[in-house]
């Protein structure tokens, strides 16, 4: 077995850095200035409407975007159907009956494509319908920092790096913290990113095994549960992550205080460890909260995007492009 010096993990870690630099700085907030001056707004316009029909699919296209940019980054891999040659992502174990919003990306990729044939990519349209979907729900921009656009297409997918990579429900804090580690993330941003829960939803079949089995939460609010989440059966009978639904404010925090986090992993955020001051700062300044996520969601939809000659922009965002 090979051996490696401490110099030498040194050196991979810094050309590891040295190539996230690099291809971030290849993107710009104004890529498509001149080719598709009218991207942004289709998407804004598109996803206004979804979230307007549907407050859910904010939250659903915001959990889009982390899950692609969490596997190999943000390539718009979770988008692509499985081949004969691959299978996706969308069957992982944090993906499967969970990830939705595909009709959405659909319906934004198919005007785009009439307005600026083959110009806009799908990793692109994901990580401004996330900030756009955000909006439409009250919480924060990052207009001022800008969503970085310039990213292409990969042309597979990972099964195995989205089991691996996407931290799941029962995951413990020194796994989360290990996980958005690995991706460049303090434990201060996960923290943030943690946060947007408050818009998600997540199934009895996740939430069950914490208010059955776990002692260190309000026990009013885990019988409020019961009804709709039965010991057995009503798998896939949905809560609110958050009291306040589909509205973006800093109650998920709140909540996690009260010992009202609906997930394992909500609760570990808050459980007497090193993340509890974090929380509690959040539940009580929403506007901490709303800076520091939009400063995590630029740098989490700059991780290892395509540029330049690398991948592709797909027609069609399910499929890699023809030969």
Not at 43 to 63: H, N
Not at 118 to 130: F, N, P, R, T, Y
Not at 195 to 224: M, Q, W
Request: negative net charge; charged residues 20%; aromatic residues 8%.
């Amino acid at each position: 077995m090979a051996s490696f010096s401490f110099s030498m993990i040194i050196t991979f870690s810094f050309f590891l850095v040295v190539a996230f630099v690099v291809a971030s700085a290849q993107l710009s907030p104004n890529f498509y200035a001149s080719s598709c001056p009218s991207a942004l707004s289709i998407i804004q316009e598109t996803v206004s409407t979804a979230v307007s029909s549907e407050p859910r699919m904010g939250a659903s296209l915001l959990r889009l975007h982390y899950h692609d940019c969490f596997v190999n980054g943000c390539d718009g891999s979770v988008l692509l159907d499985d081949t004969e040659r691959f299978t996706g992502e969308k069957t992982a174990r944090p993906n499967v009956n969970s990830i939705r919003g595909f009709d959405v990306v659909d319906n934004i990729k198919a005007r785009l494509e009439g307005q600026c044939p083959g110009i806009v990519s799908c990793a692109d349209i994901l990580a401004v319908a996330a900030r756009d979907s955000v909006v439409a729900l009250g919480g924060p921009t990052w207009t001022v920092l800008h969503v970085q656009l310039g990213r292409r297409d990969s042309t597979t997918a990972s099964l195995r790096a989205a089991n691996s990579d996407i931290p799941p429900s029962l995951s413990d804090l020194s796994f989360l913290i290990s996980a958005f580690s690995k991706k460049g993330f303090s434990a201060k941003e996960m923290v943030a990113l943690s946060g947007t829960h408050l818009i998600g939803r997540a199934r009895c079949v996740l939430y069950g095994i914490r208010i059955y089995n776990e002692k260190n939460i309000d026990p009013t609010f885990a019988a409020s549960l019961e009804q709709d989440c039965p010991r057995a059966g009503g798998e896939d009978n949905l809560a609110s992550l958050d009291a306040t639904g589909d509205v973006f404010d800093n109650n998920y925090f709140k909540n996690l205080v009260s010992m009202k986090g609906l997930l394992h992993s909500d609760r570990q955020l808050f459980n007497n460890g090193s993340t509890d001051s974090q929380v509690n700062t959040y539940s009580l300044d929403s506007a901490a909260f709303f800076a520091d996520l939009a400063d995590a969601m630029v740098k989490m939809g700059n991780l290892s995007p395509l540029t330049g000659t690398d991948g592709q922009v797909r027609t069609n965002c399910r499929k890699v492009n023809a030969s």
